[in-house]
């Protein structure tokens, strides 16, 4: 069965650094794709960064570039989002997914709904 569990999340004033952590078993990590989406209250499910694991390449919604960085450790079967000089605006519970049959460009672009397997989710608060 995968499994997917975040954790890191946490209060943080604006400007601050939270590091979130995706711990995956029960699949073959490095033929996966694995993305970080977010819930703000209020709001609809969004892709906020992805990592295809056969090659490292990336996705980062136009809203983090430049302040959050997504990497994966394939001895951990853990992949991380680095979260820096974070905004009010980042506050929602951030959901850790794996998909095996997209890649991380595609992750963040296709319908939320067709992905294959999710986390419980970690809520991070952002406060001015």
């Known amino acids: 069965e995968v499994q997917l569990v975040e954790s890191g999340g946490g209060l943080v004033q604006a400007g601050g650094s939270l590091r979130l952590s995706c711990a995956t078993s029960?699949?073959?990590?490095?033929?996966?794709?694995i993305g970080w989406f977010r819930q703000a209250p209020g709001k609809e499910r969004e892709a906020v960064s992805c990592?295809?694991?056969?090659?490292?390449?990336?996705y980062y919604a136009d809203s983090v570039k430049g302040r959050f960085t997504i990497s994966s450790d394939n001895a951990k079967n853990t992949v991380y989002l680095q979260m820096n000089r974070l905004k009010p605006e980042d506050t929602a519970v951030y959901y850790c997914?794996?998909?095996?049959?997209?890649?991380?460009?595609?992750?963040?672009?296709?319908?939320?709904?067709?992905?294959?397997?999710w986390g419980q989710g970690t809520l991070v608060t952002v406060s001015d």
């Open positions: 990592i295809t694991n056969s090659d490292g390449s990336t």
């Open positions: 029960g699949f073959t990590f490095e033929h996966y794709a």
């Open positions: 997914v794996a998909d095996g049959e997209t890649t991380a460009q595609a992750m963040g672009v296709l319908p939320w709904t067709h992905l294959e397997s």
